[in-house]
């Protein structure tokens, strides 16, 4: 039976970790010593393609491939500037090296096959990080790997004591390792030898380190063939696109989830001169200094002396990132969370992005976006500017429906205007393109080849995870919106399931409002509005049924709750609803008025709204308050709803205003300050002006209303009269 065989000396290992920058140094100092033949890079062999164009790319940028079958079979590998990966390529470029990827296919990572065996479930997985900075007695597997390796001064022997210490680990955790990691290195093996074919010089390798155990043998060529063997086979096709720091450090994906990218790309750059921490804290002053607050450069330079000495009585070889962060809270910061966030997320997390060259091909998705924006004449900009489309033009509507499919995949070029109302047919929008959309329209490639596709991939998912009516009503608008029938049916499906199995009046009515505004404009988007209103009708008639039941005995939260309910299914049946149906609604507000136990907040609110649709009555309004203010319990809370919404009628009723200034000014200042919360949030409501007129009104000057002719100060006023005219030019 063949031996395993070691891998052949003119193979050089060099184990990584994604994305560090001591890893970078560590391989670009390793490749301009061995100087290989070939250069093979842990990544989807499928990307060899796409290799020719990195010199066309400014990282941080990603490579998408996809399933051509399915794109929303996709993945990403992205690689930044400071990325071992990265310094790879760009070395095999520069030196006219070939370079490879070397690892298991994309057509079987995009979606693994289901497990055909128990033995083949993943098994528990290691940390090797954590494992050996537990082993040196570090609490965090991060600052570990910070003082062994990106503080590492000599990067020549790095790469054999990396290799050392994942192969101690290997060896403790054998049973531990998953399928999927032992397929992948069959596959890296099966590279390797065939790149030992292709030439006969030295050959250098850049894989994580947790696979470099695994790749320093070389078992017979047919063991890795049969680890290999019924993998699925599919044809894929991709692309580079633009990533951005925020994306690495919180994306999911090959080698994502750096949690200090900015912190690394900052490493990178100083790493030859060796003024790294001087230069952070100069950008830290520099970024505080942008939002007007206080950061001089003394204080820049007592940060420095600060870290050193926290990194100093840690026995750190040099201060890390905990260090700088914690003496910029101390100097910089003042003690102050709040500006060291806005430090953390400029330049520990960055704001980077990525380009790519015009000759890189572009993926699907941004080819049909192109030419939609070339058809539709809606070009792409960075200055915001304001549009308004008539939907009865088909060019206008088309230009609709593509900002709102784009909405959908998180590319919102376009902000519905909604401060200017222009009426069923016409619509007010907002444009302005930043450069991060491109990479969230990297992202949305998964889902589609065209806008169209992927928004309808989206909007079926989000209709099959509704699990709350108002989800469902949610997402059954944006299907009306992007005009897409099967997301409508999928949509209208899913409302009729969670509408179902609702037993929550309140959550009922909480999706009226959408509803509403779907049916309103439904007819205008091609959608039938009868199979809307049937819906909005269905909700609306059980959430009626169970409102009084649903503010009945319950705390304040839910009282909060039941009140915007109440405000929001009053709209929609105001905009939506037949008179047969307001009627039900009336009956709902009448019956949850008439509630001797419902909470004030909502029973004060439908009260209100009885009465500004003539349903009650001033009198039987005044019948109601003095009642509810007499009762210690409950008062403020049915005043405080009672208060929401205009203030101009409650100006302009003397009786119902006097009821509520009686009872105002009737509380003790224990009681006041307790009413105090609910009243302000109430108030705050009203506009400038109405708040103007009710204190001219509860002060009973002159503004509020008339008053006596006696009460005027007539040679004040002949004064006035004449500095009037003189502004006028009538003086002469």
């Known amino acids: 039976m063949a031996r395993d065989q070691p891998l052949p000396t003119r193979v050089t290992l060099l184990g990584i970790r994604h994305h560090g920058p001591g890893s970078a140094r560590m391989v670009a100092a390793a490749l301009a010593a061995v100087r290989p033949e070939v250069v093979l890079i842990e990544g989807p062999p499928e990307g060899d393609a ?26 990403f590998w992205p690689f930044a500037e400071f990325s071992p990966e990265w310094r790879a390529m760009t ?28 033995d083949d479930e993943p098994k528990a997985a290691v940390d090797p990080l954590g494992t050996l900075a537990r082993a040196a007695g570090f609490d965090d597997p991060e600052r570990w790997w910070e003082d062994v390796v990106e503080h590492h001064t000599d990067p020549r022997d790095l790469a054999e004591a990396v290799a050392e210490a994942m192969g101690a680990l290997r060896e403790e955790f054998a049973d531990q390792v998953d399928a999927r990691t032992l397929r992948r290195e069959a596959a890296m093996r099966q590279n390797v030898r065939q790149a030992l074919k292709d030439v006969e010089g030295p050959i250098a390798v850049v894989a994580g380190a947790w696979h470099v155990p695994a790749l320093r043998t070389l ?33 999911s994906g ?73 003496a910029a809270l101390a100097v910089l910061c003042g003690g102050d969370a709040t500006p060291l966030r806005l430090v953390h997320e400029q330049l520990v997390v960055g704001e980077r992005l990525g380009e790519v060259g015009e000759d890189v ?37 088309e230009r609709s429906k593509l900002l709102r499919r784009l909405e959908v995949l998180d590319v919102p070029w376009g902000t519905p205007d909604t401060t200017r109302t222009l009426g069923t047919f016409a619509e007010a929008w907002q444009l302005q393109w930043r450069p991060e959309f491109a990479v969230a329209l990297a992202v949305a490639a998964r889902h589609g080849t065209t806008v169209e596709a992927a928004a309808r991939t989206v909007l079926i998912t ?9 989800d469902a009503a949610e997402a059954l608008g944006q299907a009306v919106g992007c005009e897409i029938p099967e997301a409508v049916a999928a949509s209208r499906q899913a409302l009729d399931r969670c509408a179902a199995a609702a037993t929550d009046a309140l959550e009922l009515l909480s999706a009226l409002p ?52 109440v405000e929001g299914a009053d709209d929609a049946v105001r905009l939506a609803a037949d008179d047969e149906h307001r009627d039900t609604w009336q009956r709902a507000l009448r019956a949850l008025v008439a509630m001797p136990d419902a909470h004030g907040l909502p029973t004060g609110r439908a009260t209100r709204l009885l009465w500004e649709t003539g349903a009650l009555d001033s009198d039987e309004v005044a019948t109601r308050l003095h009642r509810a203010v007499s009762l210690a319990a409950g008062a403020t809370a049915f005043v405080a709803g009672f208060l929401r919404g205009s203030a101009a009628l409650l100006t302009a009723d003397p009786r119902l205003f006097g009821v509520v200034d009686e009872w105002l000014t009737g509380l003790s200042g224990a009681d006041f300050a307790a009413a105090l919360p609910l009243l302000r949030r109430a108030v705050g409501e009203f506009s ?44 002469a």
Do not use: I
């Open 91 to 118: 070395w095999a470029h520069a030196n006219g090296v070939p370079v490879r990827f070397f690892d298991l296919p994309a057509a079987a990572s995009l979606d693994d096959p289901e497990p055909e065996s128990p």
């Open 462 to 470: 989000r209709a099959a995870a509704a699990t709350r009516v108002v």
């Open 219 to 251: 078992p017979p060529a047919s063991v890795d063939a049969a680890a290999l063997k019924g993998l699925p086979r599919r044809k894929v096709s991709g692309t580079w696109v633009p990533w951005s720091h925020g994306r690495l450090a919180a994306s």
């Open 254 to 326: 090959y080698g994502a989830g750096v949690a200090s990218p900015g912190w690394y790309a900052h490493l990178w750059e100083c790493a030859e001169r060796g003024d790294a921490v001087p230069r952070w804290f100069a950008k830290a002053c520099a970024v505080l200094r942008a939002e007007d607050l206080p950061a001089s450069t003394a204080s820049a330079v007592e940060a420095v002396r600060l870290a050193d000495a926290l990194a100093a009585m840690r026995g750190r070889p040099s201060p890390g990132l905990s260090e700088v962060m914690e």
């Open 514 to 565: 959408d509803l509403a505004t779907t049916v309103r404009y439904g007819s205008v988007r091609g959608t039938d509005p009868e199979l809307l209103r049937v819906a909005l009708h269905g909700l609306l008639a059980r959430g009626a049924v169970g409102l009084p039941l649903a503010c009945r005995g319950v705390d304040e939260d839910t009282a909060e709750r039941a009140v915007r309910a």
């Open 50 to 75: 796409l290799l020719p164009h990195v010199p066309d790319l400014t990282p941080p940028v990603a490579l998408l491939l996809h399933d051509e079958a399915e794109p929303a079979r996709a993945a």
């Open 688 to 731: 400038p002006a109405e708040r103007r007129m009710l204190g001219d009104r509860v002060k009973g000057s002159a503004a509020g209303g008339a008053v006596a002719a006696g009460d005027w100060d007539e040679e004040l006023a002949a004064r006035l009269v004449g500095h009037v005219r003189d502004l006028l030019g009538a003086g």
């Open 361 to 397: 091909p572009t993926s699907p998705l941004a080819a049909d976006l192109a030419r939609l924006q070339r058809r539709l004449r809606m070009p792409a900009g960075a200055a915001v500017k304001q549009v308004r489309f008539d939907l009865r033009k088909d060019t206008d509507r």
